[in-house]
C-alpha cells in the first residue's frame, strides 16, 4: 500500500505560476500510474494529467493542455505538476491519485490511492 501527500499549494495571482509536489511513502511509484486531479466546490473531479512511473507516458486533460506540466524525480519519489499561467478558474483542491494498473487514464475510479488535497486559490 502506499500513501500519499500532496504540497505546495497555495494563494497566488492570476498569470503566476505554482508547483505542486506528490510524494509516496509506503512504497515506491514504480508499476504505478500517478495521476492529478481537482475539484471546485460543487462540481466533478476534474482530471488535469497523469505519467507512467516506468516509462514517462503522459496523458493531459484538455481543460489544462499546454499550461500544465507533469513530471517526476525517481531518487525522490516524487511526481510534479508544474502550473502556469494560472487563471480564478484554476481555484480548486487538488489532488493526487495512483493507479496500480499501469493504465494511463482519467477516469478517476480507476485510481486506487489518494491523497488528502491541497487548496489552489488563484486571485484576479
Known amino acids: 500500500q502506499v500513501q500519499l501527500v500532496e504540497s505546495g499549494g497555495g494563494l497566488v495571482q492570476a498569470g503566476g505560476s505554482l508547483r505542486l509536489s506528490c510524494a509516496a511513502s509506503?512504497?515506491?511509484?514504480?508499476?504505478?500510474?500517478v495521476g492529478w486531479f481537482r475539484q471546485a466546490p460543487g462540481k466533478e473531479r476534474d482530471f488535469l494529467a497523469a505519467?507512467?512511473?516506468?516509462?514517462?507516458?503522459?496523458l493531459y486533460g484538455n481543460s489544462v493542455k499546454g499550461r500544465f506540466t507533469i513530471s517526476r524525480d525517481n531518487a525522490k519519489n516524487t511526481v510534479y505538476l508544474q502550473m502556469n499561467i494560472l487563471k480564478p478558474e484554476d481555484t480548486a483542491v487538488y489532488y493526487c491519485?495512483?493507479?496500480?494498473?499501469?493504465?494511463?487514464?482519467?477516469?478517476?475510479?480507476?485510481?486506487?490511492?489518494w491523497g488528502q488535497g491541497t487548496q489552489v486559490t488563484v486571485s484576479s
Open positions: 509506503g512504497r515506491t511509484f514504480r508499476d504505478y500510474v
Open positions: 505519467v507512467r512511473w516506468n516509462d514517462g507516458t503522459t
Open positions: 491519485a495512483a493507479d496500480t494498473s499501469s493504465l494511463v487514464t482519467a477516469l478517476p475510479y480507476v485510481y486506487d490511492y
